[in-house]
């Protein structure tokens, strides 16, 4: 609300790409002085801004991240996925200031950034002292706030470099600030709201509000990646605060005991998550994902009523014949990454109460009773069995189309229905326990990254011992009695070996394509299926189309 006015939420200047000045439509006499008449009306409208963030964490921020990266693909899978080339375009490098995801998140990261001041200016009119509120809690609200405006600046300094700068909704067609103003926009915020945000105390279970350590995390974020954001390493600076958050300077946490602990339906009680995005059935779910990853028959495996569309799945760790493509690229094969003792590493089962073990669907797909489940295209009326690998082996046989498995191409184009590993990352529970259906939450920030943050910056500024012994710190979690056959050495730990690490702890957590970007791998390194272009200003996406058609101040990213 805006005094004499309500905000007409579409923010169509903001949707327009443009931050242009955004119009009224003259409803009532509604003031926040006169709307406000409870904390839950001051609560509600603090939590409207968290709504869109819960959906921006996903699709299309999630696609840019790892569909451009060696992690995820969408395969053609006959009649399926092609999508007029918009799969192809994003894992070969070829995408266009046209493309839906870039132009979807431009839109969505300010209209984050809007949605959250347009909050703020209301809470800031508040006596809070009328609703037996104190000025620190007031100074919670509105920090909570600008926490999560330097959040979505911070995402889109990552995806695009430079975005407008703007403080009201009244400013019209802003340009373009430089990398360097957006960078030192984000830290000013995050300095402040570290002083002036909550501490975590022990115990509390995290339920989305963001706190110290959640605006400290994002500080050490921000200058974790400072070489790629503004040609300036940072890694000492970000070495200081991630050591004061594994402190406990910025309130309290520790690493979970077990490696599902910060994704099961009792995340919120993990004493490592650090910012979460709360789920629940039939209310915010944490559910963009379900459709994309599983078959059409993948009901039968969870046991469970829900659809989908099958679609994405994890690079192919091995070729038609066999042989691993970790041989020939250094890059992808996110599942031969893990060791073979890996618990993660394990088919997803449900095992009751709530209680689940392993990652992936691989390997002959079966009822949780063990009936065979059967495939419905390429493999009509056939067992459906999920292979690490990319080619057409239907077509493989006397009078098709290849004589023997060695003549196969694997590329985007030769999916087939059972190709590819599918990782469950979120539990899916069956339909006897539904009620637990999506009450995992969605973990943004979670100790762990604070501890590889800080393995990666001691072993930038030369302590390769004590970067060994973080990244052991948590693998050990992995194995049983906590045997890791493979542990993390000064002499192991090398550019590769970190790459190996980030993929494995963080798959499919949205973070791939910037983890590349840090180590100079994303336009320089070949994967399955992919070609380095050398073309380092790919490293940031185009202004959209559309944004520049809605405000001719802002300028093209060059290269593009």
């Known amino acids: 609300m805006k005094k004499t006015y309500i905000w007409v939420l579409a923010l169509t200047g903001i949707l327009a790409g443009s931050c242009t000045k955004l119009e009224p439509e003259f409803y009532s006499q509604v003031t926040p002085e006169n709307f406000f008449q409870s904390e839950k009306d001051i609560l509600a409208a603090l939590n409207r801004p968290f709504t869109h963030a819960n959906w921006y964490l996903g699709e299309d921020r999630w696609n840019l991240q790892e569909y451009t990266a060696d992690n995820f693909a969408i395969t053609t899978k006959g009649r399926h996925w092609y999508n007029g080339g918009e799969n192809e375009r994003f894992h070969y490098h070829r995408w266009t200031p046209d493309e839906n995801w870039i132009w979807g998140t431009w839109r969505g990261t300010l209209m984050g950034v809007a949605l959250a001041l347009d909050t703020r200016s209301d809470l800031e009119k508040l006596d809070y002292s009328r609703f037996a509120l104190t000025t620190a809690d007031k100074d919670a609200h509105i920090n909570q706030l600008n926490t999560l405006i330097a959040y979505f600046y911070l995402r889109g300094l990552d995806y695009f470099g430079g975005m407008p700068i703007f403080n009201s909704l009244d400013q019209e067609s802003l340009p373009r600030n430089t990398d360097e103003e957006v960078f030192k926009h984000i830290e000013g915020i995050l300095k402040e709201a570290m002083t002036k945000l909550k501490k975590k105390n022990g115990g509390e279970s995290e339920e989305g509000v963001l706190k110290q350590a959640a605006a400290a995390s994002m500080l050490a974020q921000l200058y974790f990646n400072a070489e790629a954001y503004i040609g300036k390493p940072m890694y000492q600076e970000c070495l200081q605060v991630s050591q004061a958050i594994i402190n406990n300077e910025y309130g309290f946490y520790a690493l979970d005991s077990s490696w599902s602990g910060p994704h099961s339906f009792t995340n919120d009680r ?291």
């Not at 390769?464 to 992995?478: D, F, S």
């Not at 994303?522 to 073309?535: E, I, K, L, R, Y």
Request: with cysteine; aromatic share 12%; charged share 25%.
């Open 270 to 560: 993990s004493p490592e998550v650090i910012w979460s995005s709360p789920s629940q059935f039939n209310r915010l779910q944490y559910n963009w994902f379900y459709s994309r990853f599983y078959h059409y028959n993948s009901r039968q495996y969870f046991n469970t009523d829900m659809g989908a569309d099958n679609g994405t799945h994890l690079t192919p760790s091995r070729k038609p014949d066999g042989s691993l493509y970790k041989n020939v690229f250094s890059l992808g094969s996110p599942f031969e990454t893990f060791d073979d003792g890996d618990l993660r590493k394990k088919p997803y089962r449900f095992l009751g109460n709530g209680r689940y073990e392993g990652m992936f669907i691989t390997g002959a797909h079966l009822t949780p009773t063990g009936e065979v489940i059967k495939g419905g295209e390429e493999y009509k009326d056939q067992p459906l069995v999920f292979r690490d690998q990319v080619a057409r082996f239907s077509e493989v046989g006397p009078g098709k189309k290849y004589a023997a498995v060695s003549d196969l191409p694997s590329r985007m184009a030769d999916g087939e229905e059972n190709t590819g590993i599918r990782p469950v990352k979120v539990p899916i529970p069956p339909l006897s326990e539904n009620t637990l259906r999506w009450g995992a939450d969605n973990p943004i920030i979670r100790l762990t990254e604070i501890y590889y943050m800080l393995a990666e910056c001691k072993w930038r500024t030369g302590d390769r011992n004590g970067a060994a012994e973080l990244i052991n710190t948590v693998r050990k979690r992995n194995f049983v009695n906590q045997a890791d056959p493979n542990p993390a050495t000064a002499a192991n730990l090398d550019a590769q070996r970190f790459l190996d690490e980030w993929s494995i702890e963080f798959l499919a957590e949205g973070r791939r394509r910037t983890d590349l970007i840090r180590w100079k791998m994303f336009t320089t390194a070949p994967w399955w299926d992919h070609q380095p272009s050398g073309s380092a200003h790919l490293n940031r996406f185009p202004v959209p189309t559309e944004a520049i058609s809605g405000n001719n101040n802002l300028a093209q990213n060059p290269g593009y």
